[in-house]
């Protein structure tokens, strides 16, 4: 094979790649940073660094968890540089539905009133959420939104399978003790 055919190759794998995972890898970003347009520009450089070092990539059938990695060093090396709290991101109302995230509260036929109460109580818990360290939010994040197993959840995160479960045990039981304290669910 010429060396003009590899590469038009190489390319056009990376190219199919990057369009199954742009969203999913924009997603887990704007969810740890909370800023769009910050998310665009970490996304477009995880890319960028993945394409540099694609054709060292022995499994390309590795490629998820790998770009997922190199999303997240990139935004938590990004928000250390630039002092960025992280405190904020998406609802726990909003749910992973067949490859599509949608908005749980988006019922226009509930009463104005439901609706109010909803968006008290969505509010009470992204609070809570805000409060809990960030590892705990990282490792719930790919548990609940990404729907990684333990395992995968440790090879991004570069810890242990015990130590995930760990993580996510105590970011449930700290969110609930606080939704408990802050009686949000009454």
Do not use: C
């Not at 369009?19 to 704007?30: A, D, E, G, K, V």
């Amino acid at each position: 094979m010429s060396m003009n055919k590899e590469k038009r190759k190489v390319e056009e794998t990376f190219e199919k790649l990057v369009m199954s995972h742009y969203q999913r890898i924009f997603n887990y970003i704007y969810m740890l940073t909370n800023d769009y347009e910050l998310s665009k520009d970490l996304t477009q450089d995880t890319f960028v660094k993945a394409y540099v070092s694609f054709k060292k990539l022995r499994k390309k059938a590795a490629f998820p968890l790998w770009i997922m990695r190199i999303a997240r060093n990139l935004s938590i090396n990004r928000m250390r540089k630039e002092h960025l709290r992280r405190t904020r991101f998406i609802s726990l109302f909003t749910k992973k539905y067949e490859g599509e995230l949608q908005d749980s509260l988006s019922d226009p036929i509930s009463p104005l009133i439901e609706n109010a109460e909803r968006k008290e109580k969505k509010n009470i818990v992204r609070e809570a959420l805000y409060e809990i360290p960030q590892r705990m939010r990282e490792a719930l994040i790919l548990k609940e939104w990404e729907n990684l197993s333990y395992e995968e959840i440790g090879k991004v995160m570069k810890i242990s399978r015990k130590a995930v479960k760990s993580l996510i045990h105590r970011a449930r039981e700290t969110i609930r003790k606080k939704l408990v304290k802050k009686d949000a669910f009454r």
